[in-house]
C-alpha cells in the first residue's frame, strides 16, 4: 500500500542552523501539507500547497519558513535559522480527494 | 473560525471494557468533514475514520463505531471490547470545505490519551 515517507526521522540541530525536513508524498496526490506536533501538545496545521504555489498558511508559518516541490516527488520544509521552540515532531501529509489526508511517520526536530 | 474540544485528556480502562471518546467541534461552515485519528506510541498518525457533514447516519466498523450529532457538533468514539494495543492517544479533527485549492486544513483537538490494562 501506498505511504508517504519522510526523512530524516530524527534531526538534531543547532539554534541559528538552517534544516530541511523531506517529505515524498504518495505518488498519484496532489495536495500536500505540513503540520507539527510539539511534544505532548495537539497537530497544528502550518501549510498546504498545490500547483507548486502556498494555498493556505497559518500564523506558525511565518518567513523562517518555505516550503519547495523541487521535483516530481519531494515536498520539503526549510527553517531557515532555528529557535529553541522550533523544537516538535513535524508531519507531512498528502490526499487526492476531499477525503483524508494521509500521513507521513514524522520527522522529529530537537534544536539545541 | 474552525475549533475542536476532547475535554478529556486521558482515559484509563481494563481490557475488554468499552472507550467512548467525546469530541465537540465548532465551524461555520455547513459543509465539512470529520475525522478520527490515532496516534501510538511509536508516534506516527493512524486515520481511522471520517464522517461528512451530510451524512449523520451512525456506523461500525469492526470494533470502532461512531455516534456524529449536528445538533449538538458532536462526534464521539467507541472503542468496544478494547484491547491493550489500543493504548494511543486519539484525535478528533475537522476540515471545512474550503473553497480554495488545497485548503481543506485538518484542525485537531488536543487529544485523548487512552490506556489501556491487562
Known amino acids: 500500500e501506498p505511504e508517504v515517507t519522510q526523512t530524516p526521522s530524527h534531526q538534531v540541530t543547532q539554534m541559528g542552523q538552517e534544516v530541511i525536513l523531506r517529505c515524498v508524498p504518495i505518488s498519484n496526490h496532489l495536495y500536500f501539507y505540513w503540520y507539527r506536533q510539539i511534544l505532548g501538545q495537539k497537530v497544528e496545521f502550518l501549510v498546504s500547497?498545490?500547483?507548486?504555489?502556498?494555498?493556505?498558511k497559518s500564523e506558525i508559518f511565518d518567513d523562517q519558513f518555505s516550503v519547495e516541490r523541487p521535483d516530481g516527488s519531494n515536498f520539503t520544509l526549510k527553517i531557515r535559522s532555528t529557535k529553541l521552540e522550533d523544537s516538535a515532531m513535524y508531519f507531512c501529509?498528502?490526499?487526492?480527494?476531499?477525503?483524508?489526508?494521509?500521513f507521513g511517520p514524522g520527522t522529529r526536530l530537537t534544536v539545541l | 473560525a474552525q475549533k475542536v474540544t476532547q475535554a478529556q485528556t486521558e482515559i484509563s480502562v481494563v481490557e475488554k471494557e468499552d472507550v467512548t471518546l467525546d469530541c465537540v467541534y465548532e465551524t461555520r461552515d455547513t459543509t465539512y468533514y470529520l475525522f478520527w485519528y490515532k496516534q501510538p506510541p511509536s508516534g506516527e498518525l493512524v486515520f481511522l475514520i471520517r464522517r461528512n457533514s451530510f451524512d449523520e447516519q451512525n456506523e461500525i466498523s469492526g470494533r470502532y463505531s461512531w455516534n456524529f450529532q449536528k445538533s449538538t457538533s458532536s462526534f464521539n468514539f467507541t472503542i468496544t471490547a478494547s484491547q491493550v494495543v489500543d493504548s494511543a492517544v486519539y484525535f478528533c479533527?475537522?476540515?471545512?470545505?474550503?473553497?480554495?485549492?488545497?485548503?481543506?486544513?485538518?484542525?485537531f483537538g488536543g487529544g485523548t490519551r487512552v490506556l489501556v490494562k491487562p
Open positions: 500547497f498545490y500547483n507548486n504555489e502556498i494555498s493556505e
Open positions: 479533527a475537522l476540515s471545512e470545505n474550503s473553497r480554495r485549492a488545497a485548503g481543506n486544513k485538518l484542525t
Open positions: 501529509a498528502s490526499r487526492i480527494s476531499i477525503w483524508e489526508q494521509f
